[in-house]
Nanobody, 121 residues
Framework: QVQLVESGGGFVQPGGSLRLSCAAS????????MSWVRQAPGKGPEWVST????????RYENFVKGRFTISRDNAKNTLYLQIDSLKPQDTAVYYC??????????????WGQGTQVTVSS
């Protein structure tokens, strides 16, 4: 069956870095656009970034401002998100999603269970 398993979250101080990973299985990873979406406590989901199927194009939400880098390794069926200069407002559960377009939907696309990122001093 389809699985997306995120890892790499944790507790980090402001200004620190994390690298999130998302291991995919059960579908043809290289056929899908892959995204990161986050949800902060008490807020709705917020799209972060998407990479297209062959890594030739990426898109980021404006708040990223050069701090986030999305990448993928189709040979390893894995998606990554490098997050630098972390801020307390980056605290959220980070989800990876597989879709046939730039913006994943909860209806019909594949989603992982999320990994918690907490930024605090």
């Amino acid at each position: 069956q389809v699985q997306l398993v995120e890892s790499g979250g944790g507790f980090v101080q402001p200004g620190g870095s994390l690298r999130l990973s998302c291991a995919a299985s059960g579908f043809t990873f290289s056929d899908y656009y892959m995204s990161w979406v986050r949800q902060a406590p008490g807020k709705g989901p917020e799209w972060v970034s998407t990479v297209n199927s062959d890594s030739s194009q990426t898109r980021y939400e404006n708040f990223v401002k050069g701090r986030f880098t999305i990448s993928r390794d189709n040979a390893k069926n894995t998606l990554y998100l490098q997050i630098d200069s972390l801020k307390p407002q980056d605290t959220a559960v980070y989800y990876c999603a597989a879709a046939h377009g730039w913006y994943p939907s909860r209806r019909g696309d594949y989603w992982g269970q999320g990994t918690q990122v907490t930024v605090s001093s």
